[in-house]
């Protein structure tokens, strides 16, 4: 067998199902680790982190050592985007992410040529990754959803519900979807940047598309998404895709045949039915509360039962509903990483 024939997680991407299923974690690299708080002392600011080579190759790797998880993911943001677009982005401490608020006039001026150049360190990254990482071990390149990131470049920050998105894309209909059609091309482009450094699989994040109504998750979320799965389909056959749309709930039952993608991300509210229904069209990834990586004990062994009966059965790949937050215990992931390796079916 091929090295890569090794790697679980490609095997369930594919369709298969392996059991004990693979696992990682979103945000498996971050605050909830000690040797990342030490990293990112060192350094000069967030961004700084996802721009030096050394410093990203380091935190993508502090989990994997520590935990030995079954994929890597590059340690960059989905903000890099509008940064390498010029919009001011910065991470301030206890606030999150900041950027200029943009207008009708200055979506008109966006000017996309820099994108490859700006976004070469975290090219380095993957290169550097890819031959860094245990054989066994899948690479996953990742972006934003183009809706996700307009919700952030349209706000100026992270809001509870976009309402100032919504609302833009009510009263500025051609200048949204000029800024969506513009993040869905450069979007494509970097993940076929990031596929071309070495990832072996690539991961959309649509962390914002559960406040959408029906219409507009399928002309906001589903259009720009399948656009870029057609993209790397057609200029890289064979590179799996998984898509993360947090929220999206029932929407969720056609989203892996309108978008094209091959492994549908599962946030923790997915109902245990729906979940089965959306598996019987191929692989799936999450979905544990990841509250349960902070309460641990038996609520932690509770949940990661549950979805193992749910979901265990078909392609899963193991995960959390959505990233592991900064007060999680790294005991838990231990904890979880042992009940999951060990399950019996
Ligand atoms: O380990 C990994 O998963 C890889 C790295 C990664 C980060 N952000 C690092 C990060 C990934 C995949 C992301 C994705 C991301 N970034 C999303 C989608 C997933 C999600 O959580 O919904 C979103 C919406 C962002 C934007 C973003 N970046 C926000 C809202 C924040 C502040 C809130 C927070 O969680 O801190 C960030 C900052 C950020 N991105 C940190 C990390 C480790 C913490 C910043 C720090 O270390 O100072």
């Not at 961004?47 to 050394?54: A, I, Q, R, S």
């Amino acid at each position: 067998m091929t090295k890569t024939g090794d790697r679980k997680v490609m095997k369930v991407l594919a369709g298969e199902t392996v059991f004990p299923p693979p696992i990682w974690l979103m945000r498996q690299a971050g605050r909830y680790l000690p040797e990342y708080r030490a990293t990112r002392a060192s350094a000069n600011g967030f961004l700084d982190v996802c721009y030096t080579p050394d410093l990203a190759v380091e935190v993508t790797l502090q989990p994997i050592r520590r935990f030995g998880f079954d994929a890597a993911i590059l340690f960059s943001d989905i903000l890099v985007i509008p940064d390498a677009l010029d919009r001011n982005v910065r991470f301030v401490e206890g606030t999150g992410p900041l950027m200029d608020p943009i207008s009708v006039e200055a979506i008109a001026a966006l000017d996309p040529s820099r994108l490859h150049t700006h976004l070469a360190p975290v090219y380095e990254t993957v290169r550097r990754l890819r031959s860094e990482l245990p054989a066994e071990t899948t690479l996953l390149g990742f972006c934003g959803a183009p809706w996700t990131v307009a919700t952030y470049m349209i706000a100026g920050r992270g809001t509870p519900d976009q309402a100032p998105s919504r609302l833009f894309a009510m009263q500025h209909p051609e200048a949204f979807m000029k800024l969506l059609t513009l993040l869905a091309e450069m979007s494509a482009d970097y993940l076929i940047a990031q596929i071309d450094a070495g990832a072996d699989a690539v991961q959309i994040f649509d962390s914002w598309a559960g406040v959408l109504s029906e219409r507009d998750f399928t002309r906001y979320s589903i259009e720009p998404v399948k656009y870029m799965v057609d993209r790397i389909k057609r200029e890289r056959p064979g590179v799996p895709v998984i898509s993360f749309a947090k929220g999206a709930g029932a929407l969720l039952e056609t989203y892996r045949a309108a978008t094209g993608i091959d492994c549908v991300g599962l946030d923790w509210t997915v109902p245990s039915g729906l979940a089965r229904k959306i598996q019987q069209g191929g692989a799936v990834q999450g979905n544990l509360d990841p509250l349960r990586m902070v309460a641990g004990g038996a609520a932690l062994d509770e949940g990661i039962d549950e979805v193992l009966e749910t979901l265990g059965a078909g392609p899963l790949i193991f995960n959390l509903g959505h990233g592991i937050t900064p007060q999680a215990d790294p005991e838990n992931v231990t904890r979880l990483i042992q009940r999951v390796r060990s399950a019996q079916r």
